[in-house]
């Protein structure tokens, strides 16, 4: 055992390539864990029965717009949860944006705005930065539903409607994309 920690060390000292692996390796481990710990306590399984409404005041369900449930099967769906005066969920728009040119018909994108006083908060939002995806207005039970703690918070939801995944906060688009299509 002595000879390989002493070869490792080794390595670790001479070879900038090794090091860098064993840093990024270590940085990797480092953000799963605080993906992991981030969201320990979001809804998994069967995605929750949610009160929405559209910007135009129809009531809406999820299962309305993803596809979800119906007769045909449905499609993957990244759930977009956000709030109007999040700083970070208006970084985190274009990004949903490119994953919906990305993923085409392939999966849906819709979005959720909670976390407004008024509906027309968002419909001014949604003026300023149009959308190629659906953007629907929750009330306060969306979030309690959810176990949304942080904005952006973004659920993955397979085929059948039932949560495969999320994260919560920033997340590249490469990262949206990967997480759509691969669970």
């Not at 490792?8 to 090794?18: D, H, K, P, V």
């Not at 129809?58 to 309305?64: E, F, I, K, Q, Y």
């Not at 027309?120 to 039970?141: F, I, M, Q, W």
């Amino acid at each position: 055992m002595r000879p390989l920690l002493a070869r490792i060390s080794q390595l670790y000292r001479e070879r900038r390539a090794f090091r860098w692996g064993v840093e990024l390796l270590g940085f990797a481990l480092v953000v799963l864990a605080i993906s992991a710990w981030q969201t320990r306590h979001h809804v998994r399984g069967a995605a929750p029965a949610l009160r929405l409404t559209t910007l135009d005041g129809a009531p809406a369900t999820l299962a309305d717009v993803s596809g979800a449930g119906g007769a045909k099967p449905g499609k993957k769906t990244l759930l977009y949860v956000w709030a109007t005066w999040c700083g970070v969920c208006k970084a985190e728009s274009q990004n949903i944006e490119w994953v919906r040119a990305l993923v085409g018909d392939r999966a849906r994108v819709i979005s959720i705005a909670t976390g407004y006083e008024h509906p027309d908060e968002v419909r001014r939002y949604v003026a300023a930065h149009p959308t190629k995806y659906p953007v629907l207005l929750g009330d306060e039970s969306v979030p309690r539903a959810l176990a949304v703690q942080g904005y952006p918070t973004i659920y993955f939801l397979d085929a059948d409607g039932k949560i495969s995944g999320s994260v919560a906060g920033y997340t590249t688009t490469l990262g949206l994309w990967w997480r759509l299509v691969a669970q």
